[in-house]
């Protein structure tokens, strides 16, 4: 915990690690808030919210109303349990909008139990699988690789009134650079 702030202060990732589960598995993440080097002024605390998943207890999802979350220099853990198969997304719900600009936004995937077992299709084509989007039991949701895709936007106005410690245009944004996986194109296509 000591090293957190040397170590990662000015070393932000867009997007987020993409976080991978077996279902049924257990998650405890610390989530530590090292504040900005860049804009002192600002004290936000930052959460972790997983979109869409269910079953969170209201005091680990992340919405800064019914939940903790870690002030500057703080850190707060978390405990999810991974019960539901499914591609979700995890974000900071403080500030949501702003904190998504600023790339606090990234994947999580729930491997479903039937992951590893074979399967081959009843369709005529003699496809196998031993990965699987949910436990369909039939092989149908089968696949062969997987790739994080993270689609996001950034909004130029935004980020150099938010620097230049301007009053922010909330209701204007306007995403003016799409990005796949934190890049924006050319690097989408490199």
């Given amino acids: 915990p000591a090293r957190v702030v040397p170590d990662f202060t000015l070393k932000a990732r867009s997007p987020a690690p993409t976080i991978v589960l077996d279902q049924d598995q257990e998650l405890y993440l ?7 080097v860049m804009r ?29 979350t870690a002030n500057m220099g703080a850190s707060f853990s978390y405990y999810y349990k991974a019960a539901v198969p499914g591609t979700y997304f995890y ?16 994947n999580t ?3 479903p139990r039937q992951n590893g077992t074979a399967y081959v299709l009843q369709d005529g084509t003699a496809r196998s699988f031993s990965l699987f989007a949910y436990n369909d039991g039939d092989g149908s949701t089968g696949y062969d690789k997987d790739y994080p895709l993270q689609m996001t936007g950034f909004d130029s106005v935004f980020h150099d009134q938010h620097i230049a410690v301007q009053p922010l245009p909330f209701a204007a944004m306007f995403d003016n650079y799409p990005m796949i996986n934190g890049r924006g194109y050319p690097d989408t296509a490199n």
Wanted: net charge negative.
């Fill in 30 to 36: 610390t989530m530590s808030n090292v504040g900005m």
């Fill in 109 to 111: 995937w729930i491997r």
């Fill in 91 to 106: 974000h900071c719900h403080v500030e949501a909008a702003e904190h998504m600009q600023m790339g606090m936004i990234g």
């Fill in 40 to 68: 002192p002024d600002l004290f936000d605390p930052h959460s972790v919210h997983y979109h869409g998943f269910p079953n969170a207890a209201p005091i680990f999802d992340g919405l800064p109303e019914p939940s903790p």
